[in-house]
């Protein structure tokens, strides 16, 4: 079984900064792209940012020049450094990660449970 866990989140005033981290565990072989999803209250998920197992990104055009998305291989985590936090971005953050392992050997789709972010004006 392979989990992600997700850590990080809180409360910041507008123009603060926030790292999330998002850790996958269990009996993995590999993982190819990780990403980060966020849905507000109402909305539907949507895409934040991800990453390639070779570290090629991709953003949301409302975080780009604000968030970066990065990965560290060794530890099986994924972040979000955020920046010049605006109250739109408040949000349940999730970890989405794509994990070769013992149950799925070319890849299966995980996601955490999500972390709240909440940015007050």
Do not use: H
């Not at 507000?40 to 940012?49: D, I, S, T």
């Not at 990660?97 to 013992?102: E, G, K, P, T, Y």
């Amino acid at each position: 079984q392979v989990q992600l866990v997700e850590s990080g989140g809180g409360l910041v005033q507008a123009g603060g900064s926030l790292r999330l981290s998002c850790a996958a565990s269990g009996s993995i072989f590999s993982i190819n792209a990780m990403g980060w999803y966020r849905q507000a209250p109402g909305k539907q998920r949507e895409l934040v940012a991800t990453i390639s197992s070779r570290g090629s990104t991709t953003y949301a055009d409302s975080v780009k020049g604000r968030f970066t998305i990065s990965r560290d291989n060794a530890k099986n985590t994924v972040y979000l450094q955020m920046n010049s936090l605006k109250p739109e971005d408040t949000a349940v953050y999730y970890c989405n990660a794509d994990v070769a392992s013992v149950i799925a050997v070319w890849g299966m789709d995980y996601w955490g449970k999500g972390t709240l972010v909440t940015v007050s004006s």
